[in-house]
């Protein structure tokens, strides 16, 4: 492991106030999105797509990662340009996503454990390489009746665990995503309570698996009300439950939180970033950045559509979502004002 490597690594991915953007989708995932929209399913349609979002002008003014899917680092630009090289021509890490998957877990209803440790330290020696920087993994919890079990907290914690040790052995930043789910009609206590339990067990498991804390990235959900909750909170309401959580559990050795977006609408998932840092930012001992997903390509898939004619705007649109998102670091995202 080349502690100085990962360090520096972890610390570009959160550094002047930019964040990651998560373009990993896997074929299924992406292709319900596509789907929901008339776009073609096809191999051919994802790679424009991705195109489109890597050759975005001056999207590395806000984004300092971009996390891959393996079908993606090995196809190529239209001009031949490999995608891997594209990103880092852009002035951005790649990094890319080597869970296989949240499967049903057995014994266990309406759980999943993630897939993906066997076979793994081979598939991170050929994305290192390949000039991947960093890596993901994500595992999904859910919140239900008598659920989450611990069972399924322990089982996604110490693969999370098992996974960062093998990632920083090949010299790539693990970011550790425990996702808690928003779907339900739970309270933002309930979020708060499962979210807590989980991030004291993965922390719990990173530390037995021996992680250079320094080395890695958490990537957590905000603290949330359910989306079928009748009390939706408001957005200070949210940062604070979100940052008091976070201190009573993440170790003030990790350098940056990256948060996932959920499905939160983009306005909402920047709203609340922007209030935990300016309500926090300069008494906090982690950055507070983002890697989202939905909440910065939605707009800009919805305007594309699977047309060339559409790629300006749908470029424009992301940009503009990312230029947001770097406000929202530095606590002024205003969805009242237009930050450029
Ligand atoms: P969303 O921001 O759309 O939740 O995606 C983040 C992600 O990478 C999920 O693994």
Same mark, same amino acid.
């Not at 972890?10 to 008339?38: H, Q, W, Y």
């Not at 993630?114 to 859910?142: C, T």
């Not at 040790?165 to 933002?188: S, W």
């Not at 009300?225 to 949210?238: F, H, R, T």
């Given at each position: 492991?080349?502690?100085?490597?990962?360090?520096?690594?972890?610390?570009?991915?959160?550094?002047?106030?930019?964040?990651?953007?998560?373009?990993?989708?896997?074929?299924?995932?992406?292709?319900?999105?596509? $789907? $929901?929209?008339?776009?073609?399913?096809?191999?051919?349609?994802?790679?424009?797509?991705?195109?489109?979002?890597?050759?975005?002008?001056?999207?590395?003014?806000?984004?300092?990662? $971009?996390?891959?899917?393996?079908?993606?680092?090995?196809?190529? &630009?239209?001009?031949?340009?490999?995608?891997?090289?594209?990103?880092?021509?852009?002035?951005?890490?790649?990094?890319?996503?080597?869970?296989?998957? $949240?499967?049903?877990?057995?014994?266990?209803?309406?759980?999943?454990?993630?897939?993906?440790?066997?076979? &793994?330290?081979?598939?991170?020696?050929?994305?290192?390489?390949?000039?991947?920087?960093?890596?993901?993994?994500?595992?999904?919890?859910?919140?239900? *009746?008598?659920?989450?079990?611990?069972?399924?907290?322990?089982?996604?914690?110490?693969?999370?665990?098992?996974?960062?040790?093998?990632?920083?052995?090949?010299? /790539?930043?693990?970011?550790?995503?425990?996702?808690?789910?928003?779907?339900?009609?739970?309270?933002?206590?309930?979020?708060?309570?499962?979210?807590?339990?989980?991030?004291?067990?993965?922390?719990?498991?990173?530390?037995?698996?021996?992680?250079?804390?320094?080395?890695?990235?958490?990537?957590?959900?905000?603290?949330?009300?359910?989306?079928?909750?009748?009390?939706?909170?408001?957005?200070?309401?949210?940062?604070?439950?979100?940052?008091?959580?976070?201190?009573?559990?993440?170790?003030?050795?990790?350098?940056?939180?990256?948060?996932?977006?959920?499905?939160? #609408?983009?306005?909402?998932?920047?709203?609340?970033?922007?209030?935990?840092? #300016?309500?926090?930012?300069?008494? /906090?001992?982690?950055? /507070?950045?983002?890697?989202?997903?939905?909440?910065?390509?939605?707009?800009?898939?919805?305007?594309?559509?699977? *047309?060339?004619?559409?790629?300006?705007?749908?470029?424009?649109?992301?940009?503009?979502?990312?230029?947001?998102?770097?406000?929202?670091?530095?606590?002024?995202?205003?969805?009242? *004002?237009?930050?450029?």
């Amino acid at each position: 492991m080349n502690e100085t490597t990962l360090i520096k690594t972890a610390n570009a991915l959160v550094s002047d106030d930019k964040g990651i953007l998560a373009m990993d989708e896997s074929n299924p995932t992406c292709n319900k999105r596509f $789907a $929901a929209l008339g776009i073609p399913q096809t191999e051919e349609a994802r790679r424009a797509y991705r195109e489109m979002i890597v050759t975005t002008p001056g999207l590395g003014k806000s984004i300092s990662g $971009a996390i891959l899917y393996d079908e993606t680092i090995r196809q190529h &630009l239209n001009d031949g340009t490999p995608f891997i090289k594209a990103v880092v021509n852009a002035g951005i890490i790649p990094g890319i996503k080597v869970d296989a998957g $949240a499967k049903e877990m057995a014994g266990h209803p309406g759980e999943k454990i993630s897939e993906g440790l066997d076979g &793994l330290r081979d598939r991170l020696k050929e994305y290192a390489q390949m000039g991947l920087r960093f890596a993901k993994w994500r595992a999904v919890i859910a919140i239900g *009746k008598d659920i989450p079990s611990q069972a399924c907290i322990e089982a996604n914690a110490h693969a999370l665990a098992r996974y960062a040790a093998l990632c920083q052995e090949a010299g /790539l930043v693990p970011i550790v995503e425990p996702e808690v789910l928003m779907d339900g009609d739970h309270t933002l206590q309930r979020c708060f309570d499962v979210t807590e339990q989980v991030l004291k067990t993965v922390f719990n498991q990173l530390y037995r698996q021996g992680i250079l804390l320094e080395g890695m990235i958490l990537k957590p959900n905000m603290v949330l009300p359910g989306l079928a909750c009748p009390k939706q909170e408001s957005v200070d309401e949210v940062a604070d439950a979100t940052v008091k959580c976070l201190l009573r559990t993440v170790p003030a050795a990790v350098p940056g939180i990256a948060f996932l977006s959920g499905g939160q #609408s983009p306005e909402l998932a920047s709203a609340r970033l922007s209030a935990m840092n #300016s309500r926090y930012k300069s008494h /906090l001992p982690w950055e /507070l950045a983002f890697s989202f997903a939905r909440a910065i390509q939605q707009p800009a898939l919805e305007i594309w559509q699977g *047309k060339e004619a559409n790629v300006p705007e749908a470029q424009k649109a992301l940009f503009d979502r990312a230029s947001y998102n770097r406000a929202a670091r530095q606590g002024e995202y205003n969805t009242n *004002k237009k930050i450029k």
